[in-house]
């Protein structure tokens, strides 16, 4: 845990390095593609030091000035799966959207979906040793909340306090300079499949990129795409991507649980192409202009032509109805829900206030999915794109676009978490605290 600790403090010091220097990269390593924005802050250092635990408001004070998106390559379930391949698809998306922009980057914060993420929900108590809260004693009671074990070979991407109660007041969003007795915190935890992140960070310092912070997607979507009241009342954002299906709950304006599932869009595509015995842009294309989950009788009526090039005639002028597409796409459309609709259960959404369910995503952008998703997952849903920031592109304003406009607002205003504070030396194993060194002067 205290070499996570460690290179965690060490990007969030980086990201503050970029920010003085005004600009920084935002990359979203996805399945289906990747997308690189520059983004631009305009004083902001003076506003972040301040920001209190869990500032999320607000976006003024950065506006995007370079953008690109690619192909993605070497890269299966939101994890990398072949190095070389994935660093030509960032470094094709960074070079485009820098020279969009006209300016050079050094730094990048970036956003994956793999990684098999667990969700902890951690407590710790200590009593005040002079009546009021100081960022120190924020530090000791996170240092006080006994950390689960995580498992051989996983790492810790977000580690935040959600909720702080000072004597017998619950609910402060930030102690600080509060008067009490005995303080408590609740954390949320999100651990990761180390090698996933790894894998990451050395793909990306191969682009000749500094980390300057790492996400998940699952709660960057949920930032983007949730509306104030939705994160303040519960509810759940469910992202459903290329490679996976990310799934975030937030509450009090927290992220409390994070999961996936390793489903999504170019699954259904996968479906079109067997089922059809066509290539794999073809029935991206079908699926695009075509797909839908509920059939009509006229779409009985409705002939799609296949097309093709294979060479053989008659094959390239297959026609098939839109009902038999539908037929293809919708059980596992229907599979990907069904599981959504599991792990929601197993987390106990239902003791959630709202019970908001938001859709967002390149592939919930299917015709008909909000009703379906909603007889499904038996809640109220809608369909969710990411919030306005200033010079987005209008290309990349759609739902499939959520974790990476929430990127941009985790960059500018960053959640506080466990290692933004100074957690005292006698919580680190002495042996630990060697190893983490050793790592972090290789790694770094």
């Keep these: 845990m205290t070499d996570l600790y460690q290179m ?13 220097r005004g600009v920084v990269a935002i990359l979203d390593v996805g399945t289906s593609k990747i997308a690189c924005l520059i983004l631009r802050f305009d004083g902001l250092e003076e506003q972040a030091e301040g920001d209190g635990v869990g500032s999320m408001a607000g ?68 009593a005040l040793e002079d009546g009021v809260v100081k960022d120190s004693d924020v530090g000791r009671v996170l240092a006080a909340c006994d950390l689960p074990d995580i498992g051989e070979g996983r790492e810790v991407v977000h580690a935040q306090p959600v909720n702080f109660a000072l004597d017998h007041r619950s609910g402060l969003g930030d102690p600080r300079d509060q008067i009490g007795n005995r303080l408590a915190c609740d954390m949320h935890l999100l651990s990761v499949d180390a090698a996933v992140v790894q894998n990451l960070m050395h793909c990306i310092k191969r682009c000749d990129l500094e980390l300057a912070g790492i996400a998940s997607s699952a709660y960057v979507s949920g930032i983007s795409a949730l509306v104030e009241d939705e994160r303040e009342l519960g509810s759940a954002c469910v992202d459903m991507g290329g490679g996976s299906t990310g799934l975030s709950f937030f509450w009090k304006k927290h992220m409390i649980f994070a999961d996936s599932v390793r489903l999504g869009g170019d699954h259904v595509t996968s479906d079109i192409a067997q089922g059809l015995q066509v290539p794999f842009a073809v029935a991206e294309r079908i699926k695009t202009k075509h797909g839908g989950v509920h ?35 919708r059980p596992r459309v229907e599979e990907i829900l069904e599981q959504v609709a599991e792990r929601l259960v197993a987390a106990g959404f239902e003791s959630l206030p709202s019970q908001q369910i938001v859709l967002t995503g390149g592939a919930s952008q299917i015709p008909g999915l909000d009703g379906l998703a909603s007889r499904i997952l038996g809640q109220r849903v809608r369909m969710g794109r990411p919030l306005r920031v200033q010079g987005l592109p209008q290309a990349a304003t759609g739902a499939s676009f959520a974790s990476t406009v929430g990127l941009c607002l985790f960059a500018a205003h960053p959640q506080d978490e466990w290692w933004d504070f100074s957690i005292p030396s006698e919580r680190y194993p002495a042996r630990s605290l060697k190893r983490a060194l050793k790592w972090f002067k290789d790694n770094w």
Excluded at 8 to 20: D, G, K, T, Y
Excluded at 299 to 327: F, N, V
């Design 8 to 20: 965690q403090r060490a990007m969030r010091n980086m990201r503050r390095a970029a920010l003085q």
């Design 59 to 126: 976006q003024s004070n950065f506006r995007v000035i370079g953008a690109a998106t690619t192909k993605s390559r070497g890269v299966r379930f939101g994890e990398i799966s072949a190095m070389n391949e994935t660093e030509r698809a960032i470094r094709t998306a960074v070079q485009a959207a820098q020279k969009m922009a006209n300016v050079r980057v050094d730094h990048c914060i970036a956003c994956f979906s793999g990684g098999e993420p667990r969700s902890y929900g951690l407590a710790g108590e200590i």
């Design 295 to 329: 059939a009509t009788s006229m779409d009985d009526r409705e002939m799609i032509e296949i097309g093709g090039d294979s060479g053989d005639w008659e094959k390239d002028r297959r026609q098939i109805s839109r009902t038999e597409l539908i037929g293809i796409i």
